[in-house]
């Protein structure tokens, strides 16, 4: 890649999130380079159902937040900072062990939130997320 190529805006939005995108005006994933800014990812699948308690939406918030970086090259390996946005703090337990199932080490910097809501009432937790490709290894 030469310089511009490198410093090039690279809007991500992958295959089910385009209406997301032009109704909400934002994108799911910034490129630039080989650093990756992913918006938040909630606990909902694709059909907008949103998952029962912390363990089930920390899963599906981790899932689609690994099928936005797939469509970038990145994986939840290369995370280089998580932060999340936590509707009761006390949930970070849960939380935490679904985190290590999907970053199970070369644990990235993180800092929870706590937060008196969420776009949806029933959401629980929002995970958003810096990736730099090909970063998987810590020194």
Known sequence: MNQNETRKKILINPPGTEDIYRRMKFSQAVRIGDTVWVSGQVGGDEKGLVGEGIDAQARLA??????????????????????????????????????????????????????????????????????????????
Not at 67 to 72: G, M, S, Y
Not at 87 to 105: A, L, N
């Open 62 to 139: 981790f899932k689609n937040l690994a099928h936005v970086l797939a469509d970038t090259g990145a994986s939840p390996a290369d995370v280089v900072e998580l932060m999340t946005f936590n509707t009761s703090m006390g949930d970070i337990r849960g939380f935490s062990k679904v985190r290590t199932d999907f970053i199970p080490e070369n644990y990235p910097a993180w800092t929870a939130v706590g937060v008196k809501e969420l776009v949806m009432p029933q959401l629980l937790v929002e995970i958003k997320a810096t990736a730099v490709i090909g970063s998987r290894k810590a020194a």
